[in-house]
């Protein structure tokens, strides 16, 4: 699937394809507006993830998502591609088609462009050294780690992408060809388990909501989801080389108030002796999930940021 991924991403980029992804909330009311069911473009089969008419796209690219095993079948002889292609900073990523319901979904979405964001800035106020190493933590698409190793390519770092999930691997593998990321390596594991060493750049977008169906990419475990992001910090500092530093994008659920994830967080950062940084990004995501019985006691989930720096 990996070559059949790449050879999409760089016919697409000929095409002058670029597309960005929005929450599934907007991307289900897009669809469902009149005349917005069957695909009458590009963006239309790779990014809005409609049924189009065979005739529509080239032989090639039918022939590759056939290979790849993501071409489905749709309704009224229509087919429909089971991978979506959306735009950052310049580079095209492969994820899971809308709508992402397998256990084992690739997902891209408006979280993937704050945490690319997150780390550009961080990168920007602190480079990274001379052939640093990277880590991208349950990288999914692997969009974080691979912006974060672009991004500082002079310094000519090595990036490490992990995931629990083989899939996941296997797309993030592709996008990172296609940017044309070196030395890079992939690792299929819990957390730090695969890979062994100590990292200077440690990165984390990892699933944080409370998920009823348990959704790899989507549960983050514990009462809220919070449980996922305290091992990530919790694992990762002691894998800090001297001055290195750990991001972690995710979310907290406010109750009352309070911010739980902070205070299961607070006692390990005292203990670690790093120096570390923490707030909100947006106040407000994921709204929908208030009215489920997980977050019966929930105020708001808010997006946060966590930097850590290791001493030395």
């Not at 897009?30 to 069957?38: I, K």
């Not at 910090?233 to 009352?256: C, M």
């Not at 002796?273 to 106040?283: F, M």
């Amino acid at each position: 699937m990996q070559s059949e991924l790449v050879e999409l991403a760089s016919w697409l980029a000929t095409q002058g394809y670029a597309f960005t992804t929005a929450t599934p909330a907007t991307h289900a009311l897009v669809n469902a507006r009149p005349g917005n069911d069957v695909a009458r473009d590009l963006r239309g089969v790779f990014g809005w993830s409609r049924a189009f008419e065979p005739a529509l796209l080239p032989d090639g690219p039918v022939e590759a998502l056939r290979r790849a095993g993501l071409l489905r079948e749709a309704p009224g002889g229509l087919l429909r591609s089971a991978v979506r292609y959306s735009t950052l900073h310049g580079q095209l990523f492969a994820h899971s088609a809308f709508p992402t319901v397998e256990e084992d979904a690739v997902f891209f979405g408006p979280d993937t462009y704050r945490f690319a964001d997150l780390l550009l800035q961080e990168l920007r106020e602190q480079p990274l050294p001379a052939h640093g190493r990277i880590l991208d933590v349950g990288c999914g698409s692997g969009a974080g780690g691979i912006t974060a190793a672009l991004a500082c390519a002079v310094q000519k770092p090595s990036l490490v992408l992990t995931d629990i999930s083989p899939r996941a691997l296997q797309f993030a593998a592709a996008n990172a060809a296609h940017a044309g990321c070196h030395d890079v390596s992939f690792a299929c594991g819990d957390l730090y388990a695969p890979v062994s060493g100590r990292f200077d750049f440690v990165v984390a977008n990892p699933p944080y909501l409370n998920d009823a169906g348990k959704r790899l990419y989507r549960d983050g475990g514990g009462r809220w989801g919070e449980a996922l992001s305290v091992r990530i910090v919790s694992e990762g500092l002691p894998r800090l080389a001297p001055g290195g530093r750990l991001v972690l994008y995710t979310g907290a659920a406010i109750v009352d108030g309070r911010d739980p994830l902070l205070e299961a967080l607070q006692p390990v950062l005292q203990a670690s002796g790093c120096t570390w940084r923490y707030r909100e990004l947006d106040p407000d995501v994921f709204g929908e999930e208030l009215a489920t019985s997980a977050y019966s006691d929930a105020e708001r989930i808010a997006v946060v940021a966590l930097v850590c720096s290791a001493t030395g």
